[in-house]
């Protein structure tokens, strides 16, 4: 008899929510049409709610989320960070190696098409959507020179960084890491990266105009663009600062006489690896061997360091405007790793320049518009290869204003806006302040690493969070994780004043 009754219509509804507190029922019963709600902000939220997205399953379009519109926001925003990051990847390493800036170009959009088509689609689109997209990782281009001129190959150095981004993301480790962050060093991060980017970008923004004699360009751009970011955030749809902001910046520094013109033909590039790894084609250096591995190990270490921060960052933005609700929704930093450290050893596998990491460009404009990881993934993956194969967007994307622009609206501003609601408690402000003090005595990654250790000890920010904390926690962890980064820094020469360890090693590629 109770078997029964547990199945007669709204009896079953009944027992679906209450069975140990969860509800059961499908995302598609769930779903309510968008005229139920009041406001297009609850219908999104609502959304993020009832979503339940399967770890390592197959989820489908329409059976598990929805595309909505603004679904292309953060499409189209990774789609030109994509560009821009990784053309800035291979040129830097292309340009101590003695490679044209058309091998650049054709780099970059094999490594798009890979993204795209065995990596973004599949695994944040279909497989696992709390995975976050595997993007660039930006930081590590500074010392990409430095990476060549110590003997480094650049199939070695991603394949390193494959390995060993895996072994973390296996292990939880990523995860670990976020848990021993506070909010005041991770808010103070976020100060820190916000705040660095957007004076970086203003300063090659008018550098850009400056060489053509027209700086005052780049003055009205910038202008503008405050202005246009300023209304949206008044009207709440601050979500469309990227598409609105790089037109914005395109039509006025057209309008003014800033040149431009389209110079990358539509086309496939090279999809043979051994072509890429060839000893006279490609990066015309061959397969890497043992002592190449050997250069590279520092870096490699340092790259995966700065994974936990970078990604810690990205879900705490999700936090911050996600519904209280919508955990199931949030991305899992330990599957991120894992996916881009895959990412990273079949792309420089194949022939690819990338170095990976979390996809910042995507993850930043996806949590302003309220909106999960699966649907824009897969918008983001069409436009890669539409972009890879047709050309021309490659051109817009990376011309200055346009880049400039959709960097500080999508990335830098919102950073700076979630570092500073994470740092309004007294406690919290005082390790925003040493972690953004320590950073920029060397990097954010020594910032955050000797941060780590002194709140968590509570020496500083909130003591009775230290004092909950086991000693394993506490300060094992932290010690070893600060004194083998410090060790891998002091040996490839980044602390300031301090000449590299490793000069003596250096072996000529």
Not at 191 to 196: M, Q, R, S, V
Not at 213 to 231: L, N, Q, S
Not at 269 to 288: C, D, F, K, S, V
Request: charged letters at 15%; glycine letters at 10%.
């Amino acid at each position: 008899m109770l078997g029964g009754s547990l199945y007669r219509g709204a009896n079953f509804s009944v027992w679906l929510t209450s069975m140990n507190g969860r509800d059961l029922r499908s995302y598609r019963e769930l779903h309510k049409p968008k005229g139920n709600f009041a406001t297009r902000s609850e219908y999104l939220e609502h959304e993020l709610e009832i979503m339940a997205p399967k770890r390592w399953g197959i989820n489908l379009p329409f059976r598990d989320y929805r595309f909505e519109y603004e679904d292309w926001v953060p499409a189209m925003a990774a789609t030109i960070g994509k560009i821009v990051m990784v053309a800035a990847v291979v040129a830097a390493f292309a340009g101590p190696m003695g490679l044209s800036n058309e091998f650049v170009i054709e780099n970059a959009r094999y490594e798009m098409l890979i993204a795209a088509l065995l990596f973004v689609v599949v695994f944040s689109g279909f497989l696992n959507p709390t995975a976050n997209l595997a993007g660039t990782h930006g930081p590590l281009i500074p010392l990409i020179p430095l990476i060549v001129a110590s003997g480094g190959h650049p199939m070695a150095l991603g394949i390193m960084v494959g390995v060993l981004g895996f072994t973390l993301g296996v292990f939880k480790g990523g995860s670990l890491l976020a848990r021993l962050t506070s909010d005041g060093v991770c808010g103070g991060l976020l100060l820190y990266l916000g705040f660095i980017g957007i004076t970086s970008q203003i300063k090659k923004l008018f550098g850009w105009a400056d060489s053509f004699d027209m700086g005052y360009i780049a003055f009205i751009v910038v202008f503008a663009t405050i202005v246009m970011y300023a209304y949206l955030e008044h009207i709440r749809m601050r979500w469309l600062a990227i598409p609105l902001g790089s037109a914005l910046a395109a039509v006025i520094a057209f309008a003014l006489g800033a040149p431009f013109e389209f110079t990358t033909e539509p086309g496939v590039p090279n999809l043979n690896p051994m072509y890429w790894w060839g000893e006279t084609t490609g990066w015309q250096i061959g397969l890497p061997e043992l002592h190449h591995f050997i250069a590279v190990a520092p870096f490699a270490v340092l790259a995966v360091a700065m994974w936990s921060p970078d990604f810690l960052g990205h879900r705490v933005f999700q936090q911050l405007n996600y519904p209280p609700k919508a955990k199931k929704v949030l991305m899992n930093i330990d599957d991120t790793m894992c996916v881009a450290a895959a990412r990273q050893i079949v792309g420089t596998s194949l022939g690819g320049g990338n170095l990976a990491s979390s996809w910042g460009t995507f993850m930043v404009p996806a949590a302003i518009a309220k909106r999960p990881i699966p649907a824009g993934a897969l918008l983001t993956g069409l436009l890669c290869v539409v972009a890879a194969l047709w050309g021309y967007p490659m051109d817009l994307a990376i011309w200055p204003p346009v880049l400039s622009v959709a960097l500080m609206v999508g990335v830098f501003l919102p950073l700076l806006e979630a570092g500073m609601q994470m740092t309004r408690e007294g406690k919290t402000s005082q390790s925003a302040a040493i972690v953004i003090f320590s950073s920029a005595l060397v990097n954010p990654v020594f910032g955050w690493s000797l941060t780590v250790l002194l709140d968590n000890l509570g020496l500083i920010g909130d003591k009775e969070r230290g004092q909950s904390l086991s000693h394993l926690h506490r300060w094992v962890i932290p010690t070893i994780v600060f004194i083998v980064l410090c060790a891998v820094m002091l040996g490839i020469g980044m602390f300031p004043g301090i000449p590299a360890m490793l000069e003596s090693f250096r072996i000529d590629l």
